[in-house]
């Protein structure tokens, strides 16, 4: 009885804190698209044909005060070197992924609405857009922390539109969208813009992968909260899945092929 209470505690624990590592060493570990074909081969080495994104099946409890290894080893199954990335998918308490554009803060553009913003508008009214960037990378987030403790990130509230024009007359600033916000806030909500950036955590981002194997590796741990960063995770991070993106330049019968793939805590 006493054993079978300490098995009981034991898996309620794994449950809720998750394993400590991933090692996906068969194609069945990973999740793929149709225009992707992983086949095992001898050595545990995985021959991965076509071009695209692929996630472990499983994902990792993630302490932002532990630390964590992501390794892997690639090379190309031919005679052609074959650009990928690889690295990890940072994922909120809902198992959403976490993107740039909800963290990545535009330096100085805390501001305030001045004007109602409707869901049908194209253009915002704030108090202060001189830091504030036009293109299709530029976001506006909606009820931000202006304390610069950067407590509202990851931060989902965003308009549906990116900023195409920053302009001042009379003293006062317009924010043009290519399209309608989508939103409604009330004049006096605080804002600020984001960046939008990679949808993953690269360990290797645009490697080529050569016929010689070749490691790549990286320790990751704490929380980076406006920035970009390979060495800390994302804002919100609860767990984290491995991924990989194939011969991301499209070469035609490209192989690539890879081995001990794995996402490690290493502080206990």
Same mark, same amino acid.
């Given at each position: 009885?006493?054993?079978?209470?300490?098995?009981?505690?034991?898996?309620?624990?794994?449950?809720?804190?998750? &394993?400590?590592?991933?090692?996906?060493?068969?194609?069945?570990?990973?999740? %793929?698209?149709?225009?992707?074909?992983?086949?095992?081969?001898?050595?545990?080495?995985? &021959?991965?044909?076509?071009?695209?994104?692929?996630?472990?099946?499983?994902?990792?409890?993630?302490?932002?005060?532990?630390?964590?290894?992501?390794?892997?080893?690639?090379?190309?199954?031919?005679?052609?070197?074959?650009?990928?990335?690889?690295?990890?998918?940072?994922?909120?308490?809902?198992?959403?992924?976490?993107?740039?554009?909800?963290?990545?803060?535009?330096?100085?553009?805390?501001?305030?609405?001045?004007?109602?913003?409707?869901?049908?508008?194209?253009?915002?009214?704030?108090?202060?857009?001189?830091?504030?960037?036009?293109?299709?990378?530029?976001?506006?987030? %909606?009820?931000?922390?202006?304390?610069?403790? %950067? &407590?509202?990130?990851?931060?989902?509230?965003?308009?549906?539109?990116?900023?195409?024009?920053?302009?001042?007359?009379?003293?006062?600033?317009?924010?043009?969208?290519?399209? &309608?916000?989508?939103?409604?806030?009330?004049?006096?909500?605080?804002?600020?813009?984001?960046?939008?950036?990679?949808?993953?955590?690269?360990?290797?981002?645009?490697?080529?992968?050569?016929?010689?194997?070749?490691? %790549?590796?990286?320790?990751?741990?704490?929380?980076?909260?406006?920035?970009?960063?390979?060495?800390?995770?994302?804002?919100?991070?609860?767990?984290?899945?491995?991924?990989?993106?194939?011969?991301?330049?499209?070469?035609?019968?490209?192989?690539?092929?890879?081995?001990?793939?794995?996402?490690?805590?290493?502080?206990?």
């Amino acid at each position: 009885m006493r054993m079978l209470t300490i098995l009981a505690v034991l898996t309620v624990a794994t449950l809720l804190h998750g &394993a400590e590592n991933i090692t996906p060493s068969q194609p069945k570990d990973w999740s %793929f698209g149709g225009g992707l074909k992983l086949t095992a081969q001898d050595g545990n080495i995985i &021959a991965v044909g076509g071009t695209g994104l692929f996630l472990s099946q499983k994902s990792l409890t993630i302490d932002p005060a532990a630390h964590y290894r992501i390794a892997g080893s690639f090379r190309s199954g031919g005679s052609a070197n074959i650009r990928f990335y690889f690295g990890a998918t940072c994922l909120d308490a809902q198992r959403k992924p976490i993107l740039p554009s909800q963290f990545l803060a535009v330096p100085g553009s805390d501001t305030v609405l001045t004007a109602d913003c409707l869901p049908t508008d194209w253009q915002l009214s704030v108090k202060d857009a001189s830091r504030w960037k036009s293109g299709k990378l530029y976001k506006v987030a %909606f009820e931000t922390d202006p304390s610069g403790k %950067f &407590a509202d990130l990851p931060n989902d509230k965003l308009a549906v539109a990116a900023v195409t024009e920053v302009s001042k007359e009379d003293g006062k600033y317009t924010v043009k969208l290519e399209n &309608a916000s989508g939103k409604f806030y009330p004049a006096g909500t605080h804002v600020r813009q984001h960046q939008d950036g990679p949808n993953h955590l690269y360990v290797a981002a645009w490697k080529e992968a050569t016929p010689q194997w070749q490691e %790549f590796s990286a320790e990751i741990s704490g929380m980076s909260l406006e920035k970009l960063s390979t060495t800390q995770w994302r804002p919100g991070t609860k767990l984290a899945r491995l991924c990989i993106i194939a011969n991301s330049t499209g070469l035609p019968d490209a192989i690539l092929e890879m081995r001990d793939i794995s996402l490690t805590r290493i502080d206990d």
